[in-house]
């Protein structure tokens, strides 16, 4: 099975606000990026859209590792969250609605045609893939402000 690693990033000015959001996939020495704007939503929601737009990028069921520096979206799928949304009727354990559950959903169906690994990187750190796709995901927000 091919493997494709995906790095993915969200950004927000104001939460909510306008966002950005990119990735960038790379897979046997080629890459490519994808970036996107929206005039109004919050971070985590661009978090979310990255890792769905990396997803839906590939063409063929495949070994993904995708990697984010947010602690929200690997959490969810890494510590079970997910299931335990889905069990109590998309509720939160505080018994709150679970938000941004249209993307979630999408998530889900998208991780079930791959086999992902969700690996939590630290943010704003030495790692040059997500220092990139950070800036791509703020110069997205910012080009979306200003068009």
């Not at 927000?12 to 490519?32: M, T, V, Y």
């Not at 929601?45 to 590939?58: I, P, S, V």
Request: contains cysteine; hydrophobic residues 35%.
């Amino acid at each position: 099975m091919k493997h494709v690693v995906i790095y993915t990033d969200g950004a927000c000015s104001g939460n909510p606000g306008p966002g950005g959001w990119a990735a960038i996939l790379r897979f046997d020495g080629h890459e490519k990026v994808l970036s996107g704007y929206e005039p109004e939503t919050t971070n985590n929601r661009m978090e979310l859209r990255a890792a769905l737009e990396g997803l839906a990028a590939l063409k063929e069921p495949v070994r993904v590792s995708l990697h984010t520096d947010s602690a929200y979206l690997a959490r969810a799928f890494n510590d079970d969250w997910i299931r335990n949304w889905q069990k109590n009727g998309w509720r939160t354990s505080a018994k709150k609605p679970v938000e941004n559950q249209d993307l979630w959903m999408k998530l889900i169906r998208m991780s079930e045609r791959h086999r992902v690994s969700w690996i939590k990187v630290k943010g704003h750190s030495n790692n040059p893939l997500n220092n990139r796709v950070d800036e791509l995901a703020v110069a997205a927000m910012n080009e979306g402000r200003a068009g």
